[in-house]
């Protein structure tokens, strides 16, 4: 007889981690009867029993969660018995609205790897083995909720062995939605010119002796291509830039283990257990070893470990245990994800391509992380990290944020939770213009969204290509300055809706209520009542404006044009080339000349300053090269920035640099008296205000020298705390959730 009768709802990430099976299990243990379904407002269970087993099924259920799983709300009710006989799995319901957190994908398990290389399993050497501990998510997702039928694995019916597992729920692969094996499942084949190689083995084999004999394959993943080549092999790496157009920016390595990564960069704890997180994002640090031409000018090196069972089939087949692996795009354009354009657009970069079968439902990136004083950076958020949900917004109105133009995401706010895209890329590129526009509607069908009903969130900035698309949609529009959502980023983040803060907002470019490029900015406020601007880095003159950003002494002649006693730049130990001199007199007549408080044009400035005075060919790397420059500087101290005036700043830099200071001594005094200029404006505001709470966001904090200097000096300030941003990027990656935040108050 059952007493205790119980109606459980479960939300988070629930579907597609081995939940079912896992609770059917649980409710066999403790002799329950009734029925667990995926819906689409999550799990929902049925159970009925004696109180007692209900009881300690319930604490199980919150307790011993299957790994990828995560709860985020658990509601039990009573309600009247139905007295069923038997526990089970039953079809999922599809008439709720679709607010369920799908799971990002998930690195192949340990089970699945034993069988991998197990000769017996009827799995050995199975490109495509998972189960429901492991395996592809959101990349196979075409609508919710999650089941077969609805991923790119439909076109596969299951082998009667296959269909048995699939179909116990005592067995590992028990609803595992991807399952398959090499008699029922998709293959891989090696096309290199005309001759195609089939059979996973053969296919393998033979791309790991062209990637041994110092050859570039183009080779599918996950969320898209890759293009691969032997790390160690200087030749082979330069004709990866080359082929690519890529000049300067690093490559990523896949290492062939934790022991190889250990080989190659300095990890501590913190960035093995990121290495090693069901993300596998690619993690940044500093490099023990020099690879020629992986990553020029830079004392980091990025590395991540095998994910799928592919990669981990090519190295246990003898692939250099370190590879390049980048993403299979030309210079800035998306990665390529779809079959035939990875063949257009790589053919001339490739030397031979790895195909698999199982179509990509959607595009998604490697994520990038890095470990920092204030926990890990996120510098790109994709896969292993999206779709989840970052943050929970109430409100009833269903938000879609557009984010910025540089390294665009965007947000949904449905059902009061913020679920923030993958990274898309720059949008002045057409392709990647198409991707947003894509995964706009990707989103928004996933979500069965109304779109008559939606609230559209965009940059202040007119001339973004994310602020014209919003306003060519037939939606409520609300426009959100730049600055004010990266602080807000933090502070959604952290689920503090009435906290009031002291938000610092360090950027490179950003549209200001004036119309000037901002870029240094310091806000009071609250998500629940908006930011006031209280304080700013002293404006300079931009020639050329953000076209400034590309080149270092351009930024340099703005800045420089009211500091005292300016020496002549053209000559040695600066020697500025002509463009600065052109650039002084737009700006002297104020030509195409704007005004800015971008602190990312002040680094550049003095990376100018410094001997950066070449034009840059990725963004950000003039302060990256002058990071690393103070990170082999010795000096302590900094130089004086008081009220974020950089006027005497930039005159200590040109000051020791004519006395012969070394140009390390001078970088580092550089980022210690932005440091200690950025604490004390913090100190006073929050003094005058009385305040606790310091937001620091914008793409000026992916600098971690500039952030171990903050965070060591405010540890003596213990009053105050410190937030960054954690589940989404200070960069412009992080835009979109705090339009979406923002948003959400100015509705009311
Ligand atoms: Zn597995
Ligand atoms: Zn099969
Ligand atoms: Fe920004």
Known sequence: MADSSLNIQIRGIVQGVGFRPFVYRLAHQHGLTGWVRNGEQGV????????????????????????????????????????????????????????????????????CLRELRDSRDRRHGYPYINCTDCGPRYSIIQGLPYDRPLTTMKGWPLCPACAREYADPLDRRFHAQPVACPECGPEFHLHNGEHVTGGNAAAIAATVELLRSGKICAIKGLGGYHLACDARCADAVRAMRERKYRKEKPFALMVHDLDTAHALVHFDEAGEQLLTDVARPIVLAPARVELPHVAPDNHELGIMLPYTPLHHLLFDGGAPDALVMTSANRSNEPLAYLDDDAFEQMGG?????????????????????????????????????????????????????????????????????????????????????????????????????????????HDTHPEYASTRHALSLPATKIAVQHHRAHTASVLAEHDAWDEVALGISLDG?????????????????????????????????????????????????GFLGDCADLPDLTEPPFDFPPRYTEARQLADRDIRTFVTTSTG??????????????????????????????????????????????????????????????????????????????????????????????????????NALLLEMIHSRMRRHSHLRVWTNRDVPPNDGGISLGQAALAAHLIQ
């Open 44 to 111: 929902e269970i049925r159970v009925e029993g004696h109180g007692d087993a209900t009881e300690a099924f319930l604490a199980e259920l919150r307790s011993c969660t299957p790994s990828a799983a995560r709860i985020a709300e658990l509601t039990a009710n009573p309600v009247a018995a139905e007295h069923f006989t038997s526990f089970e799995i039953i079809h999922s319901q599809g008439d709720t609205r679709p607010t369920v957190r799908i799971s990002p994908d998930l690195p192949v398990c340990k089970a």
């Open 349 to 457: 970069i490739a030397d031979a391509f790895l195909v698999g079968e199982r179509p990509i439902a959607r595009r998604v990136d490697d994520s990038v992380v890095r470990c920092g004083p204030f926990g890990p950076v996120i510098l790109r958020r994709a896969r292993g990290y999206a779709p989840s949900a970052v943050a929970r917004i109430s409100t009833q109105h269903t938000i879609l944020a557009l984010g910025a133009d540089l390294k665009n995401t965007i947000t949904l706010v449905v059902g009061g939770q913020a679920f923030v895209s993958q990274h898309i890329g720059d949008l002045q590129h057409s392709q990647a213009l198409r991707a947003f526009r894509e995964t706009i509607d990707d989103l928004l069908n996933m979500y069965e969204v109304d779109r008559e009903r939606l609230v559209v969130v």
């Open 509 to 557: 470019t950003g549209y200001g209520d004036d119309g000037a490029i901002w870029g240094g900015e310091v806000f009071v406020g609250a998500l629940n009542a908006g930011f006031e601007r209280v304080a700013h880095l002293r404006p300079a003159k931009l020639p050329g404006g953000d076209a400034a950003a590309t080149f270092p002494p351009q930024a340099a002649a």
């Open 601 to 702: 044009r002040l680094f550049d400035t003095a990376a100018a300053l410094l001997g950066f005075t070449r034009a840059m060919t990725f963004e950000g790397q003039a302060a990256i090269w002058l990071e690393q420059l103070a990170r082999t500087g010795t000096a302590d101290g900094g130089y004086v920035f008081p009220d974020l005036d950089y006027r005497p700043l930039l005159e200590a830099v040109i000051h020791d640099r004519l006395a012969g200071v070394p140009t390390a001594d001078i970088a580092r005094r550089f980022h210690a008296g932005v440091a200690a200029g950025v604490i004390d404006v913090t100190l006073r505001l929050c003094e005058q205000h009385e305040l606790r709470t310091v937001a620091l966001s914008g793409g000026v904090f992916q």
